[in-house]
């Protein structure tokens, strides 16, 4: 059974070449179109269409914000954004919005073919470049805290940290090193100094915060 489309974008003659390349195929058939945001809440409230593809930049109302209410009130339905848009604002707020899938319009109707199928089947959709920038965008909003471990421990002091995360005690952790208690003991009161931490609790914390050592069951 084809999958059922509503083409959003606020020009004509793009959205009428779209529902030409969509309907020639087997796997989408287009039910509806929208030139605004608000058209597109109010249609796919009528329509409830599998997926909507989506434009972000529009009259009365524009994409993310029509995504966030389509999916509000219409939580069966998947929203795949195509757009000239390639800031990271716009990927990163429609992707917040609840779209599943961003395509830039100078992609093959080939790849869209193959986003419509994805993003409709529940997967997320995402081409490499649209990947670059979410990465970027992440890295970005990673807290300095998150970085400390690595920027003031040392290898075989991250290595011990995740050791007495994971409850090894003094003498296991010597013998897994192969050094003495003594010398595990020295590093577990250089990694305290260094983190400001006071106890084993707070040093297994710690590790976990940072993903190094899994939260025991």
Known sequence: MSISVLLVDDHQIFREGLRSLINSGDTARVIGEAGDGAEAVRLAGVLKPELVIMDLTMPIMNGIDATREIVKRCPGTKILALSMESDRFFVVEVLKAGATGYLLKDTAFAELADA????????????????????????????????VVYQKLTPRERNMLQLIADGNSIKEIAHILDISSKTVDNHRQAIMQKLNLFTIAELTKYAVRNGLSPLKK
Do not use: D
């Open 116 to 147: 419509i199928t994805t993003v409709a089947s529940g997967q997320t959709y995402l081409p490499e470049k649209i990947s670059a920038l979410l990465v970027q965008e992440f890295l970005q909003c990673i807290p300095e805290e998150m970085s």
